[in-house]
């Protein structure tokens, strides 16, 4: 069992490989083992091209008998844009296949029965915390039928996002407002409330480092100007779904709504009102918290309801990095409703 | 002259071993080369014990004949807790001595010219920048003519020490606050407000990680009861000396007034009012910025002056570590007065 994690957790290395352009898909890696070998290892590596398991397959040029295959994620069994995995994983060639993860996608988990029938020994639920989480996008989006949430801030070190007028130009440094920008380009959707986009007319896009994201604005007063830069014809514009007293409830409406457009993750850039509203409704994955060298004693705070110093927000941090002399701290939420 | 860097570079990783228990004397590390080859290194170890030079030439087992020498600081000619360095430098020996920096101690700073004397070959300021950087509380003592200030905050994301009644038990994880205790115990001084003496009534020790720091506090009314716990016989009690309106002028005096009783390090632990005056005086080192995840949206700031976005502090980030959830930022102000 012992040896089983160790070739699972370089499975997940494997998964780990991958970049963000896999998305919708999950992150997937796959090392193959004959004879207490390592014969061949594979990831998938981009949308449409081969899933991990293919990838291992055609890495490997040992002839396979009686080989184990480590596989982080349940092997699929329906024609999507490859053949399914579990019609490449031949008896002949495997005797056992371990998978971290079950597929939550019920269109597709049925890999692992097939599996089964085919005379295979499958063992499922090696590492599977370490390997959901390499995929917490993905499984957040099937298990809690919402996007998965990221809140974003930029501020001083005294907590500000802006000047008092609502100025924040630039708060951060150019290496981290690029960031920002691949932040986005790997989201599927970008919330912002009506505020923001009248004070900075943000363009929310991905200033081409990547696809943008489809803009969402809450604006439950109506209130706004469809002039604005970040309108256009794939905007999602939320108003009257806006009109219950308690923002909780409000906020699981709009998940709602995303998650029945297919929107897998969402980024939540502000301003104050809107990430207030996420931070107190408890349904938020991730707090991405940029803070630059900056004190400047008072403008707009990034959190505008009251707590007290017990009320920890239980997140824990995930990543540290810096960029020129900012700071970026991304915090999970392991408590998210 | 790229081998020098080379072997300086080496010499100043030695003199970076040294901990904090070597202070009031700086870091120091020595490397020699013979022939091409690096025959011995060693570093200063503890105050009173061998310098950087003695532990080099005691670890080494080769017959010394036309070595070189690299230390990163001045070898000290005069008897102090041990013999003069340059006592142990012999022709026989060595050719050549390479230094970093100067020793900036008027009362030292004869041991370059002693070795000259000596027919040494004697190159200096070889990465003196990188060096002096290492000992930046002892150079910034000398030739500042003040302590090396740190500023210390422990917040919330949202910038907040307290709330709004002053309660600040605990903002931070039980590792941070042992993180600062560690910090008190490698300076020579602590100091703050009487409000923050009021409020908390804090100890301002070491917690017994090491060295008590002398408690500095300020207290221009007169108002502060001498009961309080941070109160000693050796506490340093600033009163009648901070009458000028400028409170730029009033940190000016204090600091002079430490440099009297040479005290070389000294961490500022606040309120508000005591960091904000540090801050717009510009004669700060070092900001220790400790935030934990936690939102409260009202309490006390940490800067309670006002500036714009504009404004930047001009900070460099030394340092980023994490305390359990908590992460804290090490800033270094390579603009300070």
């Known amino acids: 069992m012992d040896q089983d994690i160790l070739y699972m957790k370089m499975a997940i290395d ?58 982080t994620l349940e092997p699929c069994n329906h024609y999507g844009k490859t053949a399914p995995c579990t019609s490449l994983i031949e008896p002949e060639k495997f005797k056992r296949i371990v998978i971290a993860n079950r597929d939550p996608n019920p269109l597709i988990n049925k890999g692992l029965q097939t599996l089964i029938d085919k005379g295979l020994r499958v063992d499922f639920n090696v590492c599977e915390d370490d390997a959901k989480f390499v995929n917490r996008r993905f499984f957040t989006f099937y298990e809690k039928k919402r996007p998965f949430v990221i809140l974003k801030f930029a501020a001083t070190l005294d907590g500000f996002m802006s000047e008092i007028d609502g100025h924040s ?41 990547g696809p943008d994201p489809q803009v969402v604005i809450l604006d439950p007063s109506r209130k706004i100007d469809k002039q604005y830069t970040a309108f256009n014809k794939n905007t999602i514009h939320f108003t009257d779904e806006l009109s219950n007293s308690n923002p909780e409830k409000n906020i699981q409406k709009i998940l709602s709504k995303l998650y029945s457009l297919n929107i897998q993750s969402v980024l939540v850039e502000g301003g104050a009102k809107t990430l207030t509203g996420f931070i107190d409704s408890g349904s938020f994955d991730e707090i991405h918290a940029y803070f630059a ?42 408590k998210a409703k």
């Not at 707590?307 to 999970?332: G, P, Q, R, W």
Request: hydrophobic share 30%; proline share 4%.
């Open 14 to 71: 494997e998964a780990k490989k991958a970049s963000d352009n896999v998305f919708p898909n999950p992150k997937v890696g796959c090392v193959i083992v004959q004879n207490g070998k390592i014969v061949s290892k594979g990831y998938h590596q981009k949308f449409g091209g081969p899933h991990a398991e293919a990838e291992a397959l055609n890495n490997c040029d040992t002839q396979l008998k009686d080989a184990t295959m480590y596989v």
């Open 169 to 209: 130009k630039w708060i951060t440094s150019k290496k981290s407002r690029l960031s920002v920008h691949t932040l986005r380009s790997s989201c599927d959707a970008i919330l912002v409330g009506r505020k923001t986009v009248e004070v900075d007319n943000p363009s929310l896009t991905s200033h081409g480092v």
């Open 293 to 334: 060298p900056k004190l400047i004693g008072e403008g707009i705070s990034i959190y505008n309801s009251k707590k007290k110093i017990a009320d920890s927000l239980n997140l824990d941090i995930v990543k540290h990095e810096t960029f020129d002399n900012d700071i970026k701290i991304t915090y999970y939420n392991k």
